[in-house]
């Protein structure tokens, strides 16, 4: 139901579309030549504004859409829409311009300059184009990684002034959309709702959520030598409504940190008292946590994630855990162990002094029958497991492990290779729950 309402969603908004598109320009179609160009470039461009529409709702953190994939894979889901848009944003003129110049008797180049002169808006969306062009470009993986998060985030926060310039563009000279008015009460009423959800999940949540729970940081708590847990109190903290294997986005409202908001998954179950994020340094946000004082204020966006205790259909559980991302099985361990739930963890790390919670996966192994096995790779004394946690490492500690719901999360390399072994053991894809540390 969580995943079948978007989708349903999504489908029936499409065909209504196209319909709405047949019923007006389907006569232009069957006449052929540049009338079916044009019929093209009017469907090319309703679909380029429907597929911005998706855009801002994959990423615009929707709960009603989260909830049954996650954001982590909305987010990819956005990265690939992005170029779907592209295309459809670049068919659209160029199959306009084709028909109006074969319908005038103009050259190309005339055509377009005729447009320009005639139609600001056309200008316009042309300035949208090229915005998305840039942003698009820019999202591409090698040019990517030149620029940092928050370079490439702010060049992707123009799409807002691209969007603006598409809609009235559309509303303007849209061919389905002028004197029309069942289509353009339609659209306008689609373009409404998408922006609103945007707006109430996006920007007024966090902010209702602020003034509801009042969460500021408590204290920080040193893990290990480069995690560092903030622990955040607030106000009838047993009502925020987070589940075990959830992530926040926070936003630390202190000098030097708030302009910038992160993701951080829950490291231990929801209390009611506090919500613990364990934070590794690895860039200059993280590298400066330790310095937060308590009693700063804290805005919270979520909680994200698909990745609970809800995916669980066994009484057996397999968690698997890389470096940090410990953070949401530790939460979800204690979780099920609770619940009674047999459950084993296999975390695999460089060194011994790189074990976050160590003293707590100890303390739920001796109260709550957690199994723990740790898997060092860089520890050459080390009594226990030595290496990476692979395929057969996984049959030989977890011979069950077929019947296990597995919960996983570490860098991506580590999880392509457990992924794939656990598929090669028989665990079916549906039971193997992932989340990538990555948006
Ligand atoms: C769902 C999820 C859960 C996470 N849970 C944890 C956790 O529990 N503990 C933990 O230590 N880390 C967690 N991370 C990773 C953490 O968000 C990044 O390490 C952190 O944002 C890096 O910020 P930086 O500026 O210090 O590093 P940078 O060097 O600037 O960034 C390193 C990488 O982190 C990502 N990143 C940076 N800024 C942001 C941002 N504002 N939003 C999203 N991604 C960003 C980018 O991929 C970037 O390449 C999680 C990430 C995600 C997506």
């Given amino acids: ?47 380029a504004g429907y597929t911005l529409l998706t855009q801002i709702i994959l990423i615009g953190r929707v709960l009603w859409v989260e909830r049954g994939f996650g954001l982590d894979r909305l987010s990819r889901v956005h990265h690939w829409n992005g170029f779907a848009l592209l295309t459809l944003a670049l068919v659209h003129p160029v199959l306009t311009n084709a028909a109006h110049a074969a319908l005038n008797g ?49 060049l992707h926060i123009t799409a807002y002034a691209a969007l603006a310039l598409a809609f009235f563009h559309q509303i303007l000279v849209g061919g389905d959309l002028i004197g029309q008015g069942a289509f353009r009460t339609y659209w306008l009423i689609l373009w409404a709702f998408a922006v609103a959800n945007v707006i109430l999940f996006r920007f007024a949540r966090p902010l209702y959520q602020y003034a509801r729970f009042r969460t500021r940081v408590e204290r920080i708590v040193p893990e290990t030598l480069d995690v560092h847990s903030v622990y955040i109190t607030g106000h009838r903290l047993e009502r925020f409504p987070i589940e075990a294997g959830q992530f926040l986005i926070v936003r630390f409202l202190q000098r030097g940190f708030w302009c910038e908001a992160h993701p951080f998954s829950l490291s231990c179950a929801p209390n009611g008292q506090y919500l613990r994020l364990s934070i590794k340094a690895v860039g200059d946000f993280t590298r400066k946590v330790r310095s937060l004082q308590p009693g700063t204020p804290v805005i919270i966006d979520g909680p994200h994630g698909a990745m609970t205790p809800r995916l669980c259909r066994r009484d057996r559980v397999l968690l698997i855990a890389g470096g940090i991302g410990i953070t949401p099985l530790r939460s979800l361990a204690e979780h099920f162990t609770r619940q009674g739930k047999r459950v084993t963890l296999l975390y695999g790390n460089r060194t011994l002094d790189a074990i976050a919670f160590y003293g707590e996966l100890d303390a739920l192994a001796r109260e709550h029958g957690l199994i723990v096995h740790h898997v060092l790779s860089e520890e050459p004394h080390w009594a226990g497991e030595k290496g990476f946690i692979d395929r057969e490492r996984i049959a030989r500690l977890v011979p069950d492990v077929a019947s296990c719901d597995v919960y996983l999360c570490g860098p991506p390399p580590m999880m392509a290779l457990v992924r794939r072994a656990l598929r090669e053991l028989g665990v079916p894809r ?4 992932w989340e990538r540390f990555a948006l």
Wanted: cysteine-free; aromatic content about 12%.
């Fill in 430 to 433: 549906a039971r193997v729950h």
């Fill in 106 to 154: 103009l050259a190309i180049f005339d055509q377009v300059l005729f447009f320009f002169r005639t139609y600001p808006t056309v200008l316009l969306a042309e300035i949208g184009l090229i915005l998305f062009i840039l942003i698009i470009l820019l999202s591409l993986g090698f040019l990517r990684r030149r620029l940092t998060y928050e370079q490439w985030y702010a």
């Fill in 1 to 47: 139901m969580r995943k079948a309402f978007p989708i349903a969603l999504y489908l029936a908004n499409l065909a209504a579309i196209i319909a709405l598109w047949a019923r007006h320009s389907g006569a232009l179609l069957g006449a052929g030549g540049a009338a079916a160009l044009l019929a093209g470039a009017r469907l090319a461009g309703l679909l």
